[in-house]
């Protein structure tokens, strides 16, 4: 079973830094797109990067452009976002998203759990 599992979360003060990972598991033939959204309370899910699959095209949300970081580790089937200079404005749920072909099914869309990103001080 395919399965997308998010990590780095937690509570930072406002200018802090925080990374965080989102691993693929189960029985892949390939992964291509990524992408990590997030959803604050009372608002919409928003797209915040995306990340082709060799890594050599990125995309971000103009709210973040310049202090978050999208990356991905295709040996370890793992996207990364390093988010830096957080503000309290990106205080929300993050979650992960894959187009993933698995060895035996269709390719579809998968989501991660989510992972609780707090900006307070």
């Known amino acids: 079973q395919v399965q997308l599992v998010e990590s780095g979360g937690g509570l930072v003060q406002p200018g802090g830094s925080l990374r965080l990972s989102c691993a693929a598991s189960?029985?892949?033939?390939?992964?291509?797109?990524m992408g990590w959204y997030r959803q604050a309370p009372g608002k919409q899910r928003e797209l915040v990067a995306t990340?082709?699959?060799?890594?050599?095209?990125?995309s971000y949300a103009d709210s973040v452009k310049g202090r978050f970081t999208i990356s991905r580790d295709n040996a370890k089937k793992t996207v990364y976002m390093q988010m830096n200079s957080l503000k309290p404005e990106d205080t929300a749920v993050y979650y992960c998203n894959a187009y993933i072909v698995p060895s035996a099914t269709p390719g579809r869309v998968y989501w991660g759990q989510g992972t609780q990103v707090t900006v307070s001080s």
């Open positions: 990340i082709s699959s060799d890594g050599s095209t990125t």
């Open positions: 189960g029985s892949i033939f390939s992964i291509t797109t």
